[in-house]
């Protein structure tokens, strides 16, 4: 297990740069395996050191790329696969280590309408703060949903939202991607009154 002080979502990609010889060892271990461990949100502390407060829903993540840097670090890009529940911590020997289980969503029924009402609602507030001067990724509503089912557009619009960790983690916790897409709406609705703000 990885405890970090951001959260990764299913289908996001994630750099990392690796410098704890503790992190270095789960690396490598991991390569050796499946090449996948678990993160999870340290929701009070620091991640170096230890002495953390790690957040119970994570997801796993697959090393998709590695590097081993000059410096003696590893430069490393692992992708969001699956959210996990952890069952049990058992020790920070040599690295963190945890009992987990897959964690699905709920199988909730999203109208299209609903998917596409949350996609252009999110594009327009991209649009609102690039006019007060942001710089915002360009995509448009085709780049975003094209090819993902519900789960997965909820999981996509949520590592797009510019919001904090634990924002981040309420969002990976919604039971389900109707849940997520009303989460994602009101943190949107934040986000504009925001820039209301600002223009005032």
Request: aromatic share 8%; charged share 25%.
């Amino acid at each position: 297990m990885f405890p970090l002080e951001s959260v990764l979502f299913p289908g996001q990609t994630l750099p990392l740069r690796i410098f704890e010889e503790r992190y270095k060892k789960l690396v490598i271990d991991s390569l050796a395996r499946s090449g996948v461990f678990g993160i999870v949100l340290i929701e009070k502390g620091r991640e170096v050191g230890g002495g953390d407060v790690r957040s119970s829903i994570g997801c796993s993540a697959e090393i998709i790329d590695h590097q081993e840097l000059q410096d003696g670090t590893i430069s490393l890009t692992v992708a969001g696969r699956h959210r996990i529940a952890i069952e049990q911590w058992l020790t920070d020997a040599p690295y963190p280590i945890a009992t987990v289980r897959t964690w699905p969503d709920e199988i909730q029924e999203i109208k299209q309408s609903k998917a596409e009402k949350s996609v252009d609602y999110f594009l327009s507030f991209l649009e609102r703060a690039k006019t007060v001067g942001y710089t915002v990724p360009r995509l448009s509503k085709d780049e975003i949903m094209v090819g993902l089912d519900d789960t997965e557009l909820s999981f996509r619009l949520s590592a797009l939202i510019p919001v904090g960790p634990f924002d981040n983690q309420m969002l990976l916790a919604a039971s389900g991607p109707s849940q997520r897409l009303d989460l994602v709406d009101e943190l949107v609705t934040g986000l504009i009154e925001l820039l209301t703000d600002i223009e005032d």
